[in-house]
Nanobody, 122 residues
Framework: QVQLVESGGGLVQAGGSLRLSCVASGRTFMSMGWIRQAPGKERELVARHGWSDGNIVTADSVKGRCTISRDVSRTTVYLHMNSLKPEDTAVYYC?????????????????WGQGSQVTVSS
């Protein structure tokens, strides 16, 4: 029953804004984040929100343009994106860590959503 469901993706023109949402069900995650993947590119951690509000990591490629936030209930995480660029085009996956084990890298998460397509036109 544990799952992550993304929403909010779509087509936007360069320079526009978009907000992605992810709703977690089945359990509370110790941390949640967003990983994107585009054809021909490696997976990239866009942002991660830890247990506390101050525990946030944002990729250099989106700093100043993207903000991750999490509800007090820790059931929903958002990714606010603005000044979007064509290179932001990718499938964005909501990811979550349960905790209780050692995580190898930035792409090591216990649960992944189905992904939400974001396409930025030029």
């Amino acid at each position: 029953q544990v799952q992550l469901v993304e929403s909010g993706g779509g087509l936007v023109q360069a320079g526009g804004s978009l907000r992605l949402s992810c709703v977690a069900s089945g359990r509370t995650f110790m941390s949640m984040g967003w990983i994107r993947q585009a054809p021909g590119k490696e997976r990239e951690l866009v942002a991660r929100h830890g247990w506390s509000d101050g525990n946030i990591v944002t990729a250099d490629s989106v700093k100043g343009r993207c903000t991750i936030s999490r509800d007090v209930s820790r059931t929903t995480v958002y990714l606010h994106m603005n000044s979007l660029k064509p290179e932001d085009t990718a499938v964005y996956y909501c990811v979550g860590r349960i905790g209780g084990r050692t995580y190898v890298g930035d792409d090591d998460y216990d649960y992944w959503g189905q992904g939400s397509q974001v396409t930025v036109s030029s």
